[in-house]
């Protein structure tokens, strides 16, 4: 592969106008299609940022010689996608989550490594700058080891509109967002073994679950991850994730606005995080939109390096291990055992 790299952006949507304006910053890309089954998605899409417009993805494949795809459609048809780059011998970033069930993200991961192609999920919460930050106090040493993680996301932000799929699908709450929170928990605190969920549906307009708690086992630690779309607070802080993590010898804390707290035998160190700016972002989602470029540059430099992207496919089937874990447990009210799924 050589520089600039030529993409194509399939599905249009909500979410995929960041990864277009993210992409359109990176001097190292080339946007040579986009692809929606809407065809004015498509083509507002490349009248914006470039490429030829397609509304069928498999034309697109036949058609153009790309060197990776970003897939932005939401989750039904990520199989579909993958598949068809493998076929085409084109490497893939695919929107999380990945697939509703694990055969078919073990399916997609297969269909990658057997082509032998680089293949990244775009889990981007991990990219944030904050938590980038708390990272790198934990492996700092300062708060010793770590025993007990809270990773919360509660918000009453109006998210149906911009995202109306939410109100139909059954397996909600736990699917859009703590997805993200337990990529999180492994991220700061290892592999957990063993988890617990309590969910339930406050919002009578919706289907599936909007406030989901779930407690997480790991070796010699706990973390707790908790999630709602229905929680008041004295002003938004919506789409910020709080998170405390305790050690032996003191305690990180990602708190409202971006505060972080450093408690370690060296004192309280307090900090006003300043998330790093770009022309096309806007609050309250800048810190998000950031994170896109990370995921973005991340990717990049995995295709030009070898490396394995953080969030590989294979990487991600345990965050869907967990994810469908947290609903098997929901269902029969029961622990589940992390891995059972693999
Ligand atoms: N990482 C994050 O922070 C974050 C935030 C929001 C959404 N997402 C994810 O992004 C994905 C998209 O979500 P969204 O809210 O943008 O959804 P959306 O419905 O707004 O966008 C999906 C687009 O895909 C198109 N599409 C559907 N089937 C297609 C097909 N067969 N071929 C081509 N195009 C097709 C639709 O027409 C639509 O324009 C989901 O997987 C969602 O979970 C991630």
Redesign the pocket.
Known sequence: MSRPYRFAL???????QNHLQAWAEMSDVELVAT????PD?AAAAAETFGGTPYTD?AELFANEELDFVDI????P?HRMMVELAAQHQVAAIC???LAWDMNDAQAMVRAMADADLPFMV?E?FRFQYPMRKVKEVLDSGVIGRPFFGRISFRTAHDVYSA?P?CMDAERMIIA?VSVHQFDLTRFFLGEPDRLFTEAIRVNPQIKGEDVATIVLGLPGATCIVDTSYESSSDHSTYPQTFVTIEGTDGTVTLGPDYHLQVVSPAGVHEEQLVIPEHSWASEPWNC?QDSVVNVQHHWIHCLESGQTPETSGADTLRVLDLTLGAYQSLDTGEPYRVGSML
Do not use: R, Y
């Open positions: 399939i599905g249009c949507g909500f979410f995929a692809c929606d089954i809407n998605s993805a932005a459609t939401t989750p048809t929107q999380k989550p775009h981007n995202q799929w859009d998000i």
